[in-house]
C-alpha cells in the first residue's frame, strides 16, 4: 500500500488541525493503520493507531483526549483530528501501515506532512 500524509499547516496554540492520510490499492481496509510524529532533534514517536476495521484505537498518553484517529474504508483514508494542540505537538507527521497489528509492526510509511503549533 501506497501512502500519502496531507493537511499540516501553522496553527497557533489551543488551535486544531485535521491531518488525511490517502492510501492507493484496494487492500487499504485489510491494514491497521497508525500515526507516528518526529519532533526536531527526537526519534520518531508512535501517537495513535487503528485497527482495520477501525473498531479498535490506541493513543499515546500525551495526546488522549485531544487527538482522535478514524478511518474510512470506503475512501481508503486515514484521519487524524488533533485539537487543543500545543507547542509540543509540533513535528513531521507521518501514517503507516501495518498487517500484524494496531499499535506494532509497520512497515509501509508514507511521506510525512508538517504541523507547526506556535505558542
Known amino acids: 500500500v501506497q501512502l500519502q500524509a496531507f493537511g499540516g499547516g501553522l496553527v497557533q496554540a489551543g488551535g486544531f488541525l485535521r491531518l488525511s492520510c490517502a492510501a492507493s490499492?484496494?487492500?487499504?481496509?485489510?491494514?491497521?493503520m497508525g500515526w507516528f510524529r518526529q519532533a526536531p532533534g527526537k526519534e520518531r514517536e508512535f501517537v495513535t493507531g487503528?485497527?482495520?476495521?477501525?473498531?479498535?484505537?490506541y493513543y499515546v498518553d500525551s495526546v488522549k483526549g485531544r487527538f482522535a484517529i478514524s478511518r474510512d474504508n470506503a475512501k481508503n483514508t486515514l484521519y487524524l483530528q488533533m485539537n487543543s494542540l500545543k507547542p509540543e505537538d509540533t513535528a513531521v507527521y507521518y501514517c503507516?501501515?501495518?498487517?500484524?497489528?494496531?499499535?506494532?509492526?509497520?512497515?509501509?510509511w508514507g511521506q510525512g506532512t508538517l504541523v507547526t503549533v506556535s505558542s
Open positions: 503507516a501501515a501495518s498487517r500484524e497489528s494496531y499499535t506494532s509492526g509497520f512497515s509501509s
Open positions: 487503528i485497527s482495520w476495521s477501525g473498531g479498535r484505537t
Open positions: 490499492g484496494r487492500t487499504f481496509s485489510s491494514y491497521h
